[in-house]
């Protein structure tokens, strides 16, 4: 139990039970999905950019509880960040996931230590990341929704 | 029903053994089953003592691998009640076995405004070599619908009244919906679309090694099924296809072992089923097929198939007490195959069946290959715990305690 416990940490489920920023964007300017065939989940990130800057970031799709609590937590790791910052962010996520390092400063996203000892999961936490950088990428643009 | 049964467990290897601390209990038979000794020293005895290529050989060892290989073939031919051995091709497995039918059949057969029925329980195995067949030939793939807000109605044969018009060239159905536990009737099915001239393609993957089948008496033109889903190896399946329809099927891929006679120009085929075979064949799991074939006719396959449903009616049953639970297919008292798939309002089905893991019970979490379906009903993803010959109602206690406890983790129970 204890493996499944460091898995879905508190944080973890209550980012899951309450997501925070989920729901489409008004006046998104930029959008970008992801989706994971092996096992259905599929999240989409939506942007709304004050210059370089992320000003405002929702998300919306299903998944299981990791997949949930991730992208949920990546909105608020993502506010206000620019692509390179976002991308620094990402490298230290994806590090996180992959050898279940904690970072140097205290950060929620830690949380996300226990997912390495299940690497069919990992996937599942990085998919809502992924879709974040390509909307970054994109030309701002309005976006329907 | 487990006195029987729970003397089976100790011929298969592999479920001796703890998997999170728990002993395993193994509840992934539709994906793939388990393998009894007698399969695994069969592969091996192949190996050991008879290793060689088959056909055209002249030597001991050639001689003894083309006998192992063509009663294997023989035996498969007593397994589904073919008339004839010739009807019998092996394939790397049921996927194979369709995509043979496509393009070595319907490729040559089908044109603009023919239709292919199909059914929306089908695995993506049966329906996409049919969405590729007919983006080939100008034809339309049209589903026969599945009844019910929880799939539970089975096949609408009020609407497959309907549809089966003289333009219909093949109807492509599951004998046994690998997600839902429906049986399907096939012999009615198959009457049906002879009435009307057309062919009968059955997914036969969840219905062979569960029950007697008679492809005869079925009535079926086509049917395709896996070894490794009816405790023979993983690499091998069958296409049985009736003789007449074999003989005039254009081979599917070229090579060695399916000419009679090549020239620099052209060749011309043997007749089936070596037509279908280039290239070195899967003796050895073959020869393991065969054994697999003994293995449970020793057993009995209709007492393997009433254990199985009995089983997957207690665990139906059990597992509709809890709460927040949606359980798909037919419901309880209906016949059901071996199999269960259900979703929690609350977890997700990759939470369910990791969290399973840890409790030493293997489930499957996904959309099973059948993603227009989930989609259909809604659902993203569901739970399956599927049965086989080995398991027991202790296994089913073990699946609905680790539920138990998952719910009470997210705090949904």
Known sequence: MSDLTDLYQAVILDHNKRPRNRGKLPQATRVASGDNPTCGDNCTVYLKMEG???????????????????????????????????????????????????????????????????????????????????ALNKPDQPVEN | MSSDFSNLRVDFPVLDQHVGGHPLVYLDNAATTHKPRAVIDAVARFYERDNSNVHRGLHALSMRATDGYEAARARTARFINAADSAEIVFTSGTTASVNLVAQGWARDNLKSGDVVLCTEMEHHSNMVPW?????????????????????EGGLDMEALDQLL???????????????????????????????????????????????DVDVQAMGCDFYAFSGHKMAAPTGIGVLYGRRELLDH???????????????????????????????????ADAVGMHAAMDYLDSVGRPKIGQHEAELAALAYDRLSELPGIRLLGPRSGEPRAGLVSFAFADVHAHDVVTFADQDGVALRGGHHCNQPL????????????????????????????????ILNFFGAG
């Not at chain 2, 006679?261 to 037509?275: L, M, N």
């Not at chain 2, 086989?388 to 089913?396: A, C, G, K, R, S």
């Open chain 1, 52 to 134: 370089e800057k992320i000003g405002e970031i929702s998300f919306e799709g299903s998944g299981c509880a990791i997949s949930q609590a991730s992208a949920s937590l990546m909105t608020t790791q993502l506010q206000g960040k620019t692509l390179a910052e976002a991308e620094s962010e990402f490298d230290e996520f994806k590090n996180i996931v992959t050898t279940g390092e904690e970072p140097a400063d205290f950060s929620e996203v830690a949380a996300f230590a226990g997912v390495h000892a299940f690497p069919a999961r990992i996937k599942c936490a990085t998919l809502s990341w992924h879709a974040a950088i390509d």
């Open chain 2, 131 to 151: 969405q590729i067949v007919c983006q080939q030939t100008g034809a339309t793939l049209k589903y026969i619908p599945v009844l019910g807000e929880d799939a």
């Open chain 2, 165 to 211: 018009t003289e333009q219909v060239k093949l109807v492509a159905f599951t004998h046994i919906s690998n997600t839902l536990g429906t049986i399907n009737p096939a012999a009615e099915i198959c009457a049906k679309a002879r009435a009307v001239g057309a062919l009968t393609m059955v997914d036969g993957a969840q219905s062979a090694g569960h029950e």
């Open chain 2, 249 to 283: 099927m254009s081979p599917w891929q070229g090579g060695g072992g399916m000419i009679s006679v090549v020239r620099y120009d052209a060749s011309e085929w043997k007749p089936a089923p070596e037509r279908f075979e280039a290239g070195t064949p899967n003796v």
């Open chain 2, 374 to 405: 989930m989609h259909k009903l809604g659902l993203p993803s569901t739970t399956r715990a599927s049965f086989y010959l080995y398991n027991t109602p202790e296994d089913v206690d073990a699946l609905v305690t680790s539920m138990r406890r």
